[in-house]
């Protein structure tokens, strides 16, 4: 009886009685066409495509075209088009032949087919099995307007800084502050009416490592937004070089001090020049606008303090110190008349004086009320202290920074910095200080004294290493994994190579057991017995026993035959291997020095600090000097926030204009404003509706390669397909594409850390291991009876997590593909899942409304995160302090990762 092979398993002799009988083919009359696309492929999908792919080919068999049916695999055609029950496929789903399709037990729980079913698929092939691929993709559609109703959260990332957090709702892209649960951002693509990210439901969304791009996936397209560093505003023409910036309190008038001992001051709302102030007679180190703004206090080395009207420019006084003068600072004060100033420079001493109603004469000049000696050396900073009319701190070459009584002449409290210090502030409240030294270091202190942080370098460039030093770790781990897999190889090929010799030598032995046989036979037939038996006996017959022994030289030979094909393909995976070990041995070196040029980038990059400045809002501190770049830290910790790439010249010195504004210095005649916030744009769309054949249908998930090179794209048609590619970024071409990697939609993607392979997860209850470079996937992980929803490394490259519909979460060793766990006990569809960095802990989102923290060495939960609602996606921050989930009612849900305490819910429209 002609066999087919459905399936891998055994049909054991205890096979139920279901299984044993016949199923009744319905007879089923119309005159319609019957549709493999619509009709006959879902129930191949539901009970055949499991083992019978084009990527997973059991017995040599794919069920996925009728052309695929009709050439069949090892037993030979499936179908014969014109004749349903003469087809062996029916014959084996109906039960007519063993073995059974889909055989009893099967290990992912395929039903078998109903009565209705085989007699549709038996009208099928009597008219003739017609039918195109299974990757026709979705006709275009007509447009029609979302439901306002249909908010759903379906994708959800975290930056991988952790300060944001990106989310869909419906067609719209909106991004988060975590720490304040209030909306940042939300990207539109203003070619649409109306405006909004993508024309239709956004189901993927990806955020690059270096926290530059986002990209989200609509139907049939992929958009990929940029968020500048910096973004440049306007450009102030200077007569020189810039030494020094002030802003008044309204943030409406700008004074900027020149090289060439020039004072312009601008309006800051449309960066035109307003009056000049000249008069000094070297170097201004120094100007400040009075608290309403109608005068301007500068100070030089020419050892003069000069005060002049903001409206005209005239000078109004000049106070005459009798050292030169490179700091300066007013004192809060509650009428104009009342208004003192306090200087310093490198006499080491403070001086405070009142500034006179009536400009001072040669016979009355103006004479500070106090001197005070306050340092071991030059005072090179002042900043009033908020809200006390007679305290200052002064910022000294001496590395402190001290914090003065003017009432006591006492330093109350002393900051030592460590090294020479350039430049102080004090925030707005007076319970942060701020100080920045030529040893590249800036520290911020609370009003005690306390040092919080001590920030230092490009804070992109430190992100950078990071990273690289990241992808550096999972480069050698990759090493490590393939020599393991080397060393299995070899083991393989030896245990091959041996059996080659076994097969060998029974040959050697079957050929001279038939030429002893022969030389028998010919011996026998020479001399015939005389009284022949009337049977022959076959253990003595020369004949006989010639046939069995050329019959056991051709199995021999057979034997020998595919021993020397298994050393062959062992020999070729083993040469595969070493080809593959020593390729990622390059990328070690290769990441060794990209790790190496890193650091040395961060090490350049820590220059002399020599301007420091808090927000208005007191939320971000932001530092500059010699390194081309501005630097932003948060304010409260010392938190690097972001960098300017690097600029063609220095941007020091610098103010703040507004929270998101800031002016510095650039080069020998331009000052500039900067937007510290620049708006996100869209850089670049990759596919569209009419192209189905770039993208066939929606992008259901996305990841970048560690680099943010590369695009990897997960989707495919519903029940048709379930499709992979991977573009570039920097072009938007399609570099490798895998049209039907699934069977059905693919529903998760993730490079691994090294980004040489990928996992991927579909409805066709599969996860699968892919090598970029290779057409097959090279592992599967089969064992979910329902979809599988997410998939996702751990960071050694190690383990793969994957979550499923059938409430399941299942830990699988990477390289091997073995299960190694299975945790249970969730109360409904379990949706996402990730890795907190190289932990075992893993975070999965599910349909009962809880997030949850276990421990996949275990199984154990760590924690649970309530939510109450149906969740869809789940997100952390690199280090698992801050968790975030998306609802089907499009709340985002925001957690303190180490407590489960809730921080913020946020609603739609918030």
Excluded at 371 to 378: G, K, L, W, Y
Excluded at 774 to 790: P, S
Excluded at 821 to 844: H, P
Excluded at 887 to 898: A, E, M, N, Q, V
């Amino acid at each position: 009886m002609r066999r087919i092979a459905l399936c891998s398993l055994v049909v054991l002799l205890s096979t139920s009685a279901l299984y044993a009988q016949a199923i009744t083919i319905a007879d089923v009359k119309r005159d319609a066409p019957v549709s493999f696309e619509q009709e006959v492929l879902p129930i191949l999908r539901q009970s055949c495509l499991a083992c019978h792919s084009e990527s997973e080919k059991q017995g040599e068999l794919a069920l996925e075209t009728p052309q695929q049916m009709l050439l069949g695999g090892d037993s030979g055609p499936a179908i014969v088009a014109g004749k349903g029950l003469d087809s062996l496929l029916l014959k084996l789903a109906a039960h007519q032949e063993e073995s059974f399709m889909p055989p009893p037990e099967n290990d992912v729980n395929a039903p078998q087919l109903t009565s209705e079913q085989l007699g549709l698929l038996r009208l099928w092939i009597d008219q003739g099995a017609k039918g195109g691929p299974s990757t026709v993709t979705a006709p275009p559609l007509k447009w029609e307007s979302l439901p306002g109703v249909l908010n759903p959260i379906y994708a959800l990332v975290v930056s991988p800084d952790g300060q944001q957090a990106a989310v869909t709702r419906a067609n719209q892209l909106f991004v988060y502050d975590i720490a304040t649960g209030k909306m940042v951002a939300q990207l539109q693509d203003t070619s649409l009416n109306p405006a909004a990210a993508h024309q239709d439901l956004v189901k993927a969304l990806a955020w690059s490592r270096d926290g530059r791009l986002l990209a989200s996936g609509g139907f049939r397209e992929v958009k990929l937004w940029e968020k500048p560093r910096e973004a440049r505003l306007s450009t102030l023409t200077t007569s020189a070089a810039t030494t020094a910036i002030a802003v008044s309190s309204d943030s409406k008038q700008l004074a900027i001090a020149a090289a060439n001992n020039e004072i312009q001051l601008y309006n800051a709302d449309n960066a035109q020049a307003a009056a000049k102030l000249t008069g000094h007679t070297a170097r201004v180190t120094a100007v400040e606008f009075t608290a309403d703004g109608k005068r301007v206090v500068s100070a030089s080395q020419d050892g003069t303090i000069r005060v002049w009207n903001s409206g005209d420019g005239a000078q109004a006084m000049t106070l005459t110190s009798p050292a030169p003068i490179d700091a300066l600072t007013l004192l809060p004060a509650a009428k104009p008349e009342e208004q003192q100033l306090v200087a310093g420079g490198a006499d080491k001493t403070l001086r405070v004086w009142t500034i006179p109603a009536e400009a001072p004469t040669a016979e009355k000049p103006a004479e500070p009320i106090h001197t005070i000696p306050a340092h071991d050396n030059a005072i090179t900073s002042l900043v009033a202290v908020p809200g006390q009319p007679s305290q200052v701190y002064s910022g000294s070459l001496d590395g402190t920074v001290r914090r003065w009584d003017l009432a006591t002449q006492k330093a109350t409290v002393t900051l030592t910095h460590g090294a020479p210090v350039l430049a102080i502030d004090v925030r707005a409240d007076g319970k942060r200080i701020a100080s920045v030294s030529d040893n590249g270091t800036a520290k911020l202190w609370d009003d005690a004294g306390k040092q919080i942080a001590e920030m230092k370098g490009d804070v992109a460039k430190q992100a950078e290493v990071a990273r690289l030093t990241a992808d550096h770790k999972a480069t050698e781990q990759r090493v490590v994994l393939l020599k393991n897999r080397l060393t299995t190889a070899d083991e393989a090929l030896k245990g091959r190579t041996e059996a080659q010799k076994e097969t060998e030598t029974a040959l050697a032995a079957a050929k001279e057991e038939t030429q002893k046989q022969k030389t028998a036979a010919e011996e026998a037939a020479k001399t015939p017995p005389a009284d022949p038996p009337a049977e022959k006996d076959p253990k003595t017959d020369p004949a006989q026993l010639l046939a069995d022994a050329e019959a056991a030289e051709k199995l021999a030979l057979q034997k020998q035959e595919s021993a020397n094909i298994a050393v062959k393909n062992a020999q070729k995976y083993v040469d595969e291997v070493k080809a593959s070990v020593a390729a990622a041995e390059e990328r070690v070196k290769a990441a060794v020095a990209s790790v190496a040029a890193a650091n040395q980038a961060v090490a350049e990059s820590q220059q002399p600090l020599r301007s420091v400045r808090f927000s208005p809002s007191g939320q971000v501190v932001a530092t500059s000097g010699d390194y081309h770049s501005v630097e932003t830290w948060n304010a409260e910790t010392g938190a690097a926030i972001n960098a300017f790439k690097q600029q063609a010249s220095p941007c020091y010195p610098l103010a703040f204009l507004a929270d998101d504004r800031v002016v510095s210095a650039f080069g020998e005649t331009e000052a500039v404003i900067w937007n510290l916030n620049p708006s996100w744009h869209l850089l670049r769309t990759i596919g569209s509706a009419e192209q189905p054949e770039l993208i066939s249908d929606r992008a259901t998930s996305l990841d970048f390669n560690s680099a943010g090179t590369q695009l990897l794209v997960g989707g495919g048609a519903p029940s048709r397909s379930g499709e992979l590619s991977i573009f570039n970024v920097a072009d938007g071409k399609r570099l490798h594409h895998w049209a039907t990697a699934h069977t059905d939609t693919v529903y998760s993607v993730q490079f691994s850390p090294d980004g040489t392979e990928f996992v991927s997860a579909g409805s066709d209850k599969y996860a699968k291991l892919w090598d970029v470079n290779q057409t097959e996937a090279i592992r599967r992980f089969e064992g979910h009876g329902d979809y599988v929803l997410g998939a996702a490394w751990k960071g050694d490259a190690t383990a793969v997590a994957t979550v499923s519909a059938d409430q399941t979460l299942k830990i699988w060793d990477a390289e091997s593909s073995d299960l190694q766990r299975t945790v249970q006990g969730f109360a409904g569809d379990n949706t996402a899942v990730t890795y907190v960095g190289e932990t075992d802990q893993v975070l999965s989102s599910c349909g009962d409304g809880t997030v949850r923290l276990q421990n996949a060495a275990n199984g154990s939960t760590v924690r649970n995160f309530a939510a109450g609602i149906w969740l869809h996606c789940v997100a952390t921050t690199p280090d698992g302090k801050r968790i975030a989930a998306g609802s089907d009612d499009g709340r985002l849900f925001l957690w303190d990762g180490t407590n489960a305490k809730q921080l913020h819910v946020i609603k739609v429209g918030e």
